[in-house]
């Protein structure tokens, strides 16, 4: 939907992954409770985030998880509301490395990347702007981001993770 309207015009849910593990099949890779809650939250904090459960029923786990990546958004959310965002990567597909690229014109300001059930470490993506440097502000595990001829370069450690990359252009 990014490519076509604002994200922040959204609410997207994000879920408790705990409940009704029940209803999911026994060995399904993409069981709501094998990703961590930052996971959950990074794929909806470009929208309006919507918690879509009863924070008591998280766990102390979970809301561990939550805390850190809820300070990063509060710190930079007026700044992603005023940004345009657009898809980048492959199509999401639950086996695929996707994500945002948010942006200001012709320049690039924020890359926020996730590698989802895969092998593949890593991913490319061209950017706005003239590329001066790539940092990685959060992720939920081992995270590189670099320049490259192309645009910037990154890389995940771990299926099931994000990082959002601070982008410097010219």
Same mark, same amino acid.
Request: proline share 6%; aromatic share 12%; net charge negative.
């Given at each position: 939907?990014?490519?076509? @309207? =604002? ?5 997207? /849910? ?7 593990? !029940?209803?999911? %099949?026994? #060995? ?38 939550? @805390? =850190? ?5 509060? /710190? ?7 940004? !345009?965002?657009? %898809?980048? #990567? ?60 192309? #645009? ?19």
């Amino acid at each position: 939907l990014s490519r076509y @309207l =604002p994200s922040n015009k959204f609410q997207f /849910e994000m879920i408790n992954p705990d409940l009704n593990r !029940d209803r999911y %099949p026994e #060995g399904d890779p993409f069981v709501p409770s094998l990703y961590s809650q930052d996971y959950l939250f990074a794929c909806v904090m470009l929208s309006n985030p919507l918690f879509w459960h009863e924070m008591q029923f998280l766990s102390e786990e979970r809301k561990a998880q939550l @805390l =850190p990546v809820m300070q990063l958004w509060k /710190e930079h959310r007026d700044r992603f509301a005023k940004l !345009d965002v657009m %898809p980048v #990567g492959e199509k999401p597909s639950g086996r695929s490395i996707t994500g945002f690229l948010l942006s200001e014109k012709e320049k690039s300001e924020y890359l926020l990347v996730f590698r989802e059930v895969t092998d593949r470490v890593g991913a490319s993506f061209a950017v706005k702007g003239e590329l001066v440097g790539a940092e990685v502000l959060f992720s939920n595990a081992s995270a590189t981001a670099s320049v490259t001829a192309e #645009g910037v370069a990154v890389s995940l450690s771990e299926p099931r993770s994000w990082a959002l990359v601070r982008l410097t252009t010219k």
